[in-house]
């Protein structure tokens, strides 16, 4: 009986060591595999990183950011506050042409940046490789302009849509909401907020203050609400 409970005991023990090992190398493998899985993602952001170093593009990206998400935003705020004031009921109606103008700012800058880049960045190199005699289109240089095309294409294109899309966000809700004009009060209050945080982002570029940089960019938004109001009152 003693020997048995010894023994007994020693495949406890053997069951209770064993367990914690195999979830160690369960553990060990799993994080191989996301290092294989992340290596290539993380040699990529570090090629973007030096690419962007080169060319410049990570400032210019920047200003692209807040430049068209300004517009995309105000730009919806226009569209809102027209339905708005003309008595708009149907959310679809207002989903559709926002959706529609906020593809259409995205498309208008993104392909406008990269024509407008591309042109610039090519006589950049170009003139680089007549002073220099050398064939940089190989180069790191070359492949940071090209990059530099893609990344402020890329933000120019996406930001005024996102920008757009967040404003009508709320008319996606209507059926859950009392009545439409909750989702326009929504869709307005989030215009404001957006701009306000904007405001924010620049002053912290800037290092300014950011509840004014906030309350100056807000109230881009709260004129371009009066201003259809008025135009409304005007048009009778």
């Not at 003693?2 to 160690?24: H, I, L, Q, R």
């Not at 060990?28 to 410049?56: D, H």
């Not at 492949?143 to 120019?156: L, S, T």
């Not at 709260?222 to 135009?231: A, D």
């Amino acid at each position: 009986m003693v020997g048995s409970g010894y023994v007994d005991s020693e495949e406890k023990v053997g069951k209770v060591v064993a367990k914690p090992t195999s979830v160690v190398t369960t553990r060990a493998r799993l994080k191989q595999r996301l290092c294989r899985i992340s290596a290539p993602l993380r040699a990529l952001a570090q090629r973007w990183r030096e690419y962007s170093r080169l060319s410049g593009a990570g400032n210019i990206a920047r200003r692209a950011f807040a430049n068209n998400s300004f517009d995309g935003v105000l730009t919806m705020v226009g569209v809102v506050m027209g339905s708005f004031v003309v008595g708009v009921q149907d959310a679809k109606v207002i989903l559709v042409t926002g959706l529609s103008t906020a593809v259409a700012i995205g498309i208008s800058g993104g392909w406008g940046a990269y024509l407008t880049e591309s042109a610039e960045r090519n006589r950049e190199l170009a003139e680089l490789e007549k002073s220099t005699l050398t064939d940089l289109h190989g180069s790191n240089i070359g492949k940071a302009a090209r990059a530099a095309v893609v990344i402020v294409a890329g933000v120019d294109g996406l930001s005024p849509f996102l920008a757009a899309f967040l404003v009508v966000i709320p008319f996606f809700f209507t059926s859950l909401l009392p009545s439409i004009s909750y989702a326009f009060y929504a869709s307005l209050g989030m215009a404001l907020l957006a701009l306000f945080g904007l405001g924010t982002y620049l002053a912290g570029i800037s290092h300014e203050n950011k509840i004014a940089y906030g309350v100056k960019t807000a109230i881009a938004g709260m004129i371009c609400m009066g201003f259809s109001l008025f135009v409304e009152k005007l048009s009778g």
